[in-house]
């Protein structure tokens, strides 16, 4: 009696046990019926209780038609019961989406297999989980992929790791698993002059609390240097001890592409408004003198003693006219009588001048597209501009090369004009100047544009040949980029905006004297007792104003018709595109010449008259007179 109540406790132990446990339990004899099950497998398989207290094949039959394949259900698994020592972990899938793992083992008695014990656990929830992590993963990933922003952690404590993600992978450009994760391997790829501040920057956010925020430069696995912006900030235990870093990486070398483009205008801006500003004060000083000395040749005889000096003079002014005009060039203002002209064939004349200029051991090629657009510029500017950047590629082969010049028209993308801004995506004629010179380095580059900037040794360059081409360049409205290696030479690129349809057509050349009435408006005496001097010869009458104030108050007070109006642009007070306004409105039709030596790009001559004509300072009292009369025949037919 002892022993069958002993027994019974026994059962009941284990029955309880069965209850107990969260899995599902199912025991199935060697027969595949079905012998025992605990109430979680119940609850798992939602066998309503009348079936559950029926058993057997009531059970069986109910679990199948929850299940997506119902042949699934272990009594229909044949291969299963092949081998009664076999253990199997599977999964079972709902109609409804429920998911189960499946645990089968064998069911011993002693060293007898007397049937099989399986057991469910409810997977669902977690692999949903899972799922949703990976997603999440996933969608982290592409994001960052998107942004170009890598994230990555760093182990401090024992042991150290460092884990990437992939887009910190392909920012460093290594591949996945070929990084190792070690402190030693990260700072293989920082740049060996920035690994220092680097690795300051780490400590001192590890055990000064300083947030970690640096830009530095990296060596990628292919060996191409960027530059990359890391920050990251530090967790911390509950003593305050340092044991991670979570952190982001950017790849950011185009954007400091970007803000040196930008410092650069900027310095470049500012120096060229320098430059405008003397070369219009020096403009109208050279007005007066090569004007005064045009008139004082046309009173001497040829054998008079004093004409050569006064020759001398007049050549004088000339050669500083040359200069004032590479001023106003390097000040980007913008042209005041472009023409158009052909590329081709300014490139074949500087051929055949520099074969004289550069020596025989530097070799002189072109390549001529023969397709490249015309270009609206001043023509002779851009052969200086040639012919300093042969002089400098030449300077650049002391022991000889090949210089080429060549011609092409090429179409810039969004992506390449988004690379050198501020240039915008369109057409344009393009000069390459390529030498097998010496190169340049990265910094070399950064500054050859400034003023006197030169590498040369003392005496020998004055430091404002490459920066009157910048000026040339930006003036015509075109850009000038350089790509050069140190050891592997240069290329010099010169991009010009093709020239508008409509021509441009040259004044007339004649030169008749005039019965007309003109206004001449100019606040510096020099230049208006010398136009006064030139036009009262040729029978003109002359209205002189010394401000657009004095000249409104003179054609208030005259009583005839004014023919022409002839007026500096810039001068006190109002300004002579303010006069231009006031007149143009008074005399629709009243033609107008724009005289000026320091003229901004944003100078709105086409909104104020289209009867407005340029003349730019220095000019001699030949250019006026030629330009009025001309403009005077055009008006009366």
Known sequence: MADQTTLEETIALLEATLDATHDGILVVNPSRRII??????????RVPPEIAREGGDRIADFVRQQLDVPNEFILDRDELWKDPSITTVGEVHFKDGRLFERYVAPHRVGDRIVGRVISYRDIGESVRTAAALERHRAFLEKAQEVAHIGSWVAQLDEPEHIGWSSETHRIFGVPAGRFDGTSDAFFSYVHPDDRDAVRAAMLASERERVPYDIEHRIVRGDGTVRWVYAQADVVRDANGRAVRMIGTVQDVTERRLLEEQLRQSQKMEAIGRLAGGIAHDLNNALTAIGGYAELALGLFDHDHPARLDVQEIRRAAERAASVTRQLLAF??????????FSLNDTVT???????????????????????VPPVLGDPGQVEQALINLALNARDAMPEGGRLTLETSTTDVDQSFARLHAPMAPGRYALVRIIDTGHGMSRETQSRIFEPF??????????GLGLSM????????????????????????????????????????????????????????PAVRNLVASSLRREGYQLLLASSAEHALEIVESHQGTIDLLVTD?????????????EM???????????ISGYTEETLPIRELSKAITLLQKPFTPRDLRHRIRAILDRVNG
């Open 349 to 371: 004349a500087i051929e055949r001048l520099l074969s004289r200029l550069i020596g025989s051991d530097v070799t002189v090629h072109h390549r001529l597209d023969s397709a």
């Open 469 to 524: 081409v910048y000026g040339t360049m930006k003036q015509i409205g075109g850009f000038i980029f350089v790509d050069s290696e140190v050891g592997r030479g240069t290329t010099i690129s010169l991009y010009f905006p093709p020239a508008p349809t409509e021509a441009i057509t040259g004044a007339s050349d004649r030169d008749r004297r005039g019965r007309e009435t003109l206004l001449i408006v100019e606040d510096d």
């Open 453 to 462: 900037f030169t590498t040369k040794p003392a005496g020998k360059g004055t």
């Open 569 to 581: 642009a810039v001068m006190p007070g109002r300004s002579g595109i303010d006069l231009v306004r």
């Open 36 to 45: 025992r099950f605990n109430r979680r497998f119940v609850e798992m398989f």
């Open 584 to 594: 143009t409105t008074r005399q629709p039709a009243l033609p107008v010449i724009l």
């Open 331 to 340: 000040s980007r203002k913008k042209l005041l009588e472009p023409r158009v």
